[in-house]
C-alpha cells in the first residue's frame, strides 16, 4: 500500500486537531458559564448573558488564566455558530413580557385597538395557559416579537445608537406581520361590521412588566406601547417604525 502524501498527512492532522478541539470547546463553553470571570463590556446593551461575572479567587494568575480562556471560547463560540445558551431561558428574559396588538387608525383621525388573545387580562395573576392548543397562532404572535424583545422603549431612548437597525427588522417582517394584520382586520370587521374600514392598521408591541419574585400582591406597573408595523389596506403599502427617529420608513 503506498504510503499517503505529506498534503494529506497534513489534512488527516489538521482534522484530528479540529475534532480535539472541538471535544474540549463544547464541554469548556458550557461549564465555563459557572465559572465567575471578569469580561469585557457586551456589544451590545442587551443581550443573552449567561456568563457569571466577577472573581472566584484572589490569585490573579489563575483568574487572569480562566478570564482569557472565556474570551477565547466566546469567541470560537461567535465566529463558528455555536454559542452555547443551554440556561433554557435564565437569566436570559428581561423584566417584562412583550405582546403585539393591533391598532385600527380611521379616517376621521380615531383609532381602536385589539389586543392578543394570548395577553392576560389579569396581568399580576396570568392563568396557566394550556399546552399544544392554539400552538400555531402563538408561536406566530411570538414570532412577530422576537427583533424587539431586548428593545424596550427607555433602553431604546437611553442607548440610541445601538437600535437603529430596528426599522429594517420590521421591514424584513412583512410578509408575517402583513399576514397577521390582515387576519386581525377581518376579525375586526367581523365584530364590528358597523364601524368603516381602517385606513391603517399597526402592529404595535405591548411591553408588559412582570412582577419581581416576592412583589407585594397589587404590584404594577404601567405598560409602555410602541410602533413596529404599519399595512394600508387599500393599497398594500408597508411601513416600517424607526424607534429611534420617531417616523414611518418605507422599503
Request: hydrophobic share 40%.
Amino acid at each position: 500500500m503506498p504510503h499517503p502524501s505529506p498534503y494529506r498527512r497534513a489534512l488527516a492532522v489538521l482534522v484530528g486537531l479540529f475534532a480535539t478541539w472541538q471535544l474540549v470547546f463544547i464541554p469548556a463553553a458550557n461549564l465555563i458559564v459557572f465559572v465567575p470571570r471578569r469580561a469585557s463590556a457586551p456589544l451590545e446593551p442587551a443581550s443573552y448573558e449567561y456568563q457569571a461575572r466577577g472573581t472566584f479567587t484572589s490569585f490573579e494568575p489563575l483568574q487572569r488564566t480562566v478570564d482569557r480562556a472565556g474570551d477565547a471560547v466566546e469567541f470560537w463560540s461567535e465566529a463558528s455558530g455555536q454559542v452555547q445558551g443551554w440556561s433554557l431561558f435564565a437569566p436570559g428574559p428581561p423584566p417584562y413580557a412583550v405582546v403585539p396588538a393591533a391598532e385600527f387608525q380611521f379616517a376621521d383621525g380615531t383609532s381602536d385597538t385589539a389586543l392578543s388573545p394570548f395577553e392576560p387580562a389579569d396581568k399580576l395573576n396570568p392563568p396557566l395557559r394550556a399546552p399544544l392548543f392554539d400552538n400555531r397562532a402563538f408561536n406566530t404572535e411570538a414570532s412577530l416579537t422576537y427583533g424587539v424583545v431586548f428593545a424596550p422603549p427607555e433602553l431604546v431612548d437611553k442607548a440610541p445608537e445601538h437600535f437603529r437597525h430596528l426599522p429594517e427588522t420590521a421591514l424584513g417582517a412583512r410578509g408575517p406581520a402583513r399576514a397577521w394584520l390582515a387576519l386581525r382586520l377581518k376579525e375586526y370587521r367581523a365584530a364590528h361590521p358597523e364601524r368603516p374600514a381602517p385606513v391603517a392598521v399597526v402592529l404595535k408591541h405591548r411591553y408588559i412588566p412582570t412582577p419581581p419574585p416576592g412583589a407585594p400582591r397589587g404590584w404594577t406597573l404601567p405598560v409602555a406601547e410602541r410602533p413596529y408595523a404599519r399595512w394600508f389596506p387599500a393599497t398594500d403599502a408597508y411601513e416600517g417604525y424607526d424607534a429611534v427617529e420617531k417616523r414611518w420608513v418605507t422599503p
